[in-house]
T-cell receptor
């Protein structure tokens, strides 16, 4: 079974600082994608960023970027210039190409941004 | 707005009852997924449909069933409800192509009393 590890159950960051949320995964599939989602306290699941395992460059999307280390099976989310609205739960989800498209999520990391 | 519509937003029912959750996917998306989120189990994949056919099954109980209709909307049926079924149920949709993100609805909050 696919294993996803988000080792930081809870994190704090000062407003305007950068923060890194860790994610490691275990897949034997050579081709896969890696998704990150945000779940604010209101409950909705918001897609943030995607990285393909064969992409040459790390994905970026506005203030979000991925520190993707394929050999280590690690895809850490970096949020730059944190804002109060970034306070939320963050989930990573690897998606092997053989997986029909469904996502299996990690346990998540709760991020709180302090003013 | 993700474009995925789930109804109802909230549902309160008693143990032993049966409920139906409804989902309309984003326009053009062929694949529908159902997830259950509870405090103790986290976000669990239940089942996936693609263009009306079941494509993948996760930790879905036998008391639960789902289907996707020709117009691509989907329903999740939960029967013989137990207190432990209280959770947030999400529907998501995608194009069903590798690398396509899932777009989630706002969820149905089910409370079983």
């Amino acid at each position: 079974a696919q294993k996803i590890t988000q080792t930081q159950p809870g994190m704090f960051v000062q407003e305007k600082e950068a923060v890194t949320l860790d994610c490691t995964y275990d897949t034997s599939d050579p081709s896969y994608g890696l998704f990150w989602y945000k779940q604010p306290s209101s409950g909705e699941m918001i897609f943030l960023i995607y990285q393909g395992s064969y992409d040459q460059q790390n994905a970026t999307e506005g203030r979000y970027s991925l520190n993707f280390q394929k050999a280590r099976k690690s895809a850490n989310l970096v949020i730059s210039a944190s804002q109060l609205g970034d306070s939320a739960m963050y989930f990573c989800a690897p998606s092997p190409q053989s997986n029909t498209g469904k996502l299996i999520f990690g346990q998540g990391t709760t991020l709180q941004v302090k003013p | 707005d993700s474009g995925v519509t789930q109804t109802p937003k909230h549902l309160i029912t008693a143990t032993g009852q049966r409920v139906t959750l409804r989902c309309s996917p984003r326009s053009g998306d062929l694949s529908v997924y159902w997830y259950q989120q509870s405090l103790d189990q986290g976000l669990q994949f239940l089942i996936q449909y693609y263009n009306g056919e079941e494509r993948a099954k996760g930790n879905i109980l036998e008391r639960f069933s789902a289907q996707q209709f020709p117009d691509l909307h989907s329903e999740l049926n939960l029967s013989s409800l137990e207190l432990g079924d209280s959770a947030l149920y999400f529907c998501a949709s995608s194009a069903g192509v590798f690398g396509s993100p899932l777009h989630f609805g706002n969820g149905t909050r089910l409370t079983v009393t």
